[in-house]
């Protein structure tokens, strides 16, 4: 297997890494940022080409990583070439740009994985493992926290700009949204408040969800971009007729108290932490690589990143209206 990667920033790195610790051929980077090119170039080879056209020529498989606006146009293109393709979360930045991205790989036969490494964090996976196995029961109540700073890319920062980012809810929050549909099935109805709509262009952003899922389980889901670097919280909570999981990555004693500060030298775009030997975003494009060359089960299916993708954008419309708002099943 011949893989490209598109983008070479932070998840660009970090997908390259999991590539290495498969038996695929990294072939090469496509990338605007030839400081970072160079350097994944000289650890892990490869050449860097200088469009997806020149890429798609010499490989198999794409991993995109590169900003969520640019996911449409990449995507089609690389089905057109016939290669199977790994994307980035969010699946693209509007709905019907997903839906024609689903239908296009369908109809051209490539495989369409979307990276939503949630479902393989050991401990998000053993709580869904969990609940498959009806140790708590049916779910009746959900809680899902992230809580970290926003991305603080020194130039170009996407991030902040919400007509290509779609800003904190979709870009953190759908992570979460992925999960809550994950363990209780589809939603039909988000009602959403957030700062970044109450005061645009603030610093910092925080939302609240609730989702109403078609089985009655309701889910609260909280996101935030307005801690101090290097910090990134999660929190679950899945309260069953018969049980409750609860995982915590901040479980402690005592107080710890935690200050901005200036010249920090956090990342630039905020991850996860993990206590597993191997990283989830490696054990993310293990999964993948198996699914492409021996058509394994998958966590995480194209439908999956597309209905992940409906939530957010409802939370986001009705974090806008102040109103809730329904989702519709057009995608099956």
Not at 51 to 75: G, K, N, W
Not at 87 to 107: F, G, N, S
Not at 213 to 238: D, K, M, V
Request: hydrophobic share 45%; proline share 5%; with cysteine.
């Amino acid at each position: 297997m011949r893989v490209g990667i598109v983008g070479t920033g932070f998840m660009g790195r970090t997908h390259v890494a999991g590539w290495a610790a498969t038996p695929a051929e990294i072939v090469g980077f496509v990338s605007k940022d030839e400081g970072t090119a160079v350097a994944l170039q000289k650890q892990y080879g490869g050449q860097i080409y200088p469009d997806l056209a020149s890429l798609l020529q010499d490989v198999d498989v794409v991993d995109i990583c590169a900003p969520t606006h640019r996911h449409y146009e990449m995507v089609l293109q690389a089905a057109a070439a016939g290669k199977d393709i790994i994307c980035e979360k969010p699946l693209a930045r509007t709905l019907p740009q997903a839906k024609e991205m689903v239908e296009v790989c369908e109809k051209a036969g490539v495989k369409l994985l979307v990276a939503h490494v949630v479902r393989y964090f050991p401990e998000y996976a053993q709580a869904k493992a969990q609940v498959a196995a009806n140790a708590i029961g049916q779910p009746a109540v959900i809680r899902l926290t992230r809580g970290t700073f926003q991305p603080k890319k020194a130039a170009d920062n996407w991030f902040v700009d919400f007509e290509k980012s779609g800003g904190m809810m979709l870009d953190l929050m759908i992570h979460d949204f992925d999960y809550a549909r994950w363990i209780a099935g589809d939603v039909v109805q988000v009602y959403a408040k957030s700062i970044g709509n109450n005061a645009p262009g603030a610093a910092v952003d925080h939302g609240l969800a609730i989702l109403t899922h078609q089985n009655g389980a309701i889910s609260h889901i909280e996101g935030s971009w307005a801690y101090p670097p290097p910090l990134f919280r999660t929190r679950l909570e899945i309260a069953g007729d018969n049980g409750w999981i609860q995982f915590d990555s901040e479980q402690m004693t005592a107080i710890k108290l935690h200050l901005h500060q200036q010249g920090d030298d956090s990342a630039d775009v905020p991850i996860p932490g993990s206590p597993m030997l191997e990283d989830p975003y490696t054990t993310q494009i293990k999964a993948f690589y198996d699914h492409i060359t021996n058509d394994a089960p998958v966590a995480v299916t194209a439908v999956d990143g597309y209905k992940a993708l409906e939530i957010a954008l409802a939370a986001i419309e009705s974090a806008q209206t102040g109103k809730p708002v329904k989702i519709g099943e057009d995608l099956s």
